[in-house]
């Protein structure tokens, strides 16, 4: 018997096992058709008087239940569609949970937030203990919260464990799960689960299994609740994002009343985040993350990339050390760099401690040792760029010198030997001009420290083959970086849209605003870094050098440099002083004009309105074809807080792009 294309069911004797399987999907997740199938089901259940048991077990090996269709979720705008989308589980979980016989979810492979939800609704549980077995609710990662009774339903059953695996989102093993109480038996993984599951509702039928379920203490929740907001705020650096902060209200409130009443709070609370543009924001960034994970997905259809067995590195600078680092420990490619003998003794010292520091953080495959093995280093175009299959280049950033080395290089490399720029600033067409075969040529822009910044940005140059592109995504799966594709354009796409965030910032001072103020302002909006204290570390003779090479003038940092401050790091003196307060002796060097009080909210648009600016202009110049290439780029390259899911669709989510542009960059907003 069918109820829908979801759910089979099938009567052996006074048992009932369900299969469910969501048609065209690789997960089962909470779809339309699936919720409606589950309420048919639910009435027959419920008509059945001959049921003494029932058994759920999905029909894909591997994935139990996923848990909601996140598009649902980001869709709902009113109050009232969400009560009565929240509702439909609310309602489904307690006539599951309220069958006269008992009920056992048999669990194969990801059992996550709403399918955790629904098998805590069951009776019992059963699982296969294997590597694919995880068990969680992973949705405060997600800018939202366990909805349908995850927050009232788990710390019912494993007490205030609870609390810390549903806040930090934490996905669990089988074994682990089994042993604070989630499940009440483990199959072996070669194991029949089916028919583990059968004689286990035997025996909570037959009443061998009593499935005795102990009363948790909550009066501590209150203490627990206060250690757990700080820590909250100790994570999110002091903000009160809704999705965890209404969690834990729902677990605090919630677990002080019977479970009908509990489920009421969480209700009310799911509803509020789910309705916040953090939520909604952080649910893009996951979307985000999920399509840049893999970089295939990027490639032409039908691609197949070259094997890339040597690489080698012009350059064994700080950039070129870093991209040899993350070569070294991802790949077993051979890497040969190029440099000055100073450097190459400096570079290999500093190659050596940063993989000292990631073994000791258990993140080497190998031992140092073995890794050094595959790296070489020379001073001279030897033998081994004869057979190179990508060449990556990293010197020091200047057209001249870069200009001789693709000359030299040219002449040494095969011609299908990638070529690739780190540059950050130098056009690729003034590079290309001195590169044989310019089809094989682009960037390949890392961002620094390389083996902690997981963004790359790859850019096309006129004469860019769409094999290169493809052979560098290949690569960048390899080394386990996140791509977005660009055409070469000043800046790029990060350092594009982000200079406003500097710039702005200087004219915010200019304006009469404190330092401080200016920099608050950001790390309140979420940023990692304010704009003026990021300017002092990065060097501000950097930052200046950087305005003037466009042609802008910039009187502040003028004057700043003039006065010898390069910033903390650099020469000791800058913005900052080492104990973290404003140096009182650079006030006097703020070009000081018209002066304009702002408040945070105000100056945080403004950045945003001239972020989102220059990222329309890359759209309508065809620099890039994608808005979610500028969010990628900004949220893992730049440091945008996450659960805003980006400028471009913070933009969206906010109204500032139909008021800009009288259109949002995204279709569903």
Known sequence: ?????????????????????????????????????????????????????????????????????????????????????????????????????????????????????????????????????????????????????????????????????????????????????????????????????????????????????????????????????????????????????????????????????????????????????????????FFLKTMS????????????????????????????????????????????????????????????????????KGKLKEPREEILKHLDLTSEYTDDFSDADLVLEAVIEDAKVKAKVYEDLSNVVREDCILATNTSSIPLGTLAKHVKGTERFAGMHFFSPVWLMQLVEIVKGEATASNTVDNLLHFSSLIRKRPIICKDNPGFVVNAVIFPYFMDALHFLEKGNPIEKVDEAFTQFGMPVGPIKLIDEVGIDISYQVIAGRGLEQDTLKNVVRAGRFGLKKSGKGFYLKDGRVDPEVLPLIAVKQKREMSAVEMQIKVLEDMVRVGKDLLDRGVLEDPRMIDIGLIWGAGFPPDRGGPMKWADLIGLSRKLFGKTFYPDE
């Open 293 to 360: 994970d893999k970089p295939a997905n990027m490639m032409s259809k039908g691609f197949e990339p070259k094997a890339i067995n040597k690489v080698c590195i012009l350059g064994f600078g700080t950039m070129g050390r870093g991209i040899a680092i993350d070569i070294l420990r991802r790949t077993q490619a051979r890497v040969i760099a190029k440099d000055v003998p100073q450097a190459l003794e400096k570079g290999k010292e500093f190659v050596n401690q940063i993989l000292d520091g990631l073994a000791e």
């Open 1 to 285: 018997m069918k109820k829908g294309n979801v759910f089979r069911v099938e009567k052996e004797d006074s048992v009932r096992v369900i299969t469910f399987d969501v048609p065209g999907k690789n997960m089962n997740t909470w779809t339309q058709e699936a919720i409606d199938g589950f309420y048919d089901l639910l009435s027959e259940l419920e008509s059945d008087l001959d049921a003494r048991g029932v058994i759920f077990i999905s029909g894909k090996p591997g994935n139990f239940h996923a848990g909601a269709d996140l598009n649902l979720l980001t869709r709902m705008k009113e109050r009232s569609e969400a009560e009565r989308a929240l509702a439909v589980f609310h309602t489904a979980f307690k006539r599951l949970s309220s069958l006269p016989c008992p009920t056992l979810a048999a669990i194969d492979g990801h059992c996550l937030g709403g399918g955790l939800e629904f098998a805590l609704a069951c009776s019992a549980r059963i699982a296969r203990e294997s590597e694919k077995t995880l068990l969680g609710f992973p949705e405060c990662t997600l800018g939202i919260f366990p909805g349908s009774g995850g927050t009232q339903r788990l710390p019912r059953l494993i007490g205030l464990k609870a609390v810390e695996l549903i806040l930090k989102g934490e996905v669990l093993p089988a074994a682990k799960a089994y042993e604070l109480g989630m499940i009440d038996r483990l199959v072996p993984e070669e194991g029949d689960l089916l028919k583990e599951a059968k004689r286990f509702l035997e025996e909570i039928i037959s009443g061998r299994e009593k499935l005795l379920r102990k009363d948790h203490d909550f009066s501590q929740m209150d203490k627990v609740a206060e250690m757990a907001r700080k820590e909250i705020l100790k994570t999110t650096r002091g903000r009160e994002i809704p999705g965890p902060m209404l969690a834990l209200k729902s677990m605090q409130e919630g677990l002080k009343g019977s479970l009908e009443q509990g489920l009421e709070v969480e209700k009310n609370n799911f509803i509020e985040v789910i309705l916040s543009n953090q939520a909604k924001g952080s649910i893009h960034t």
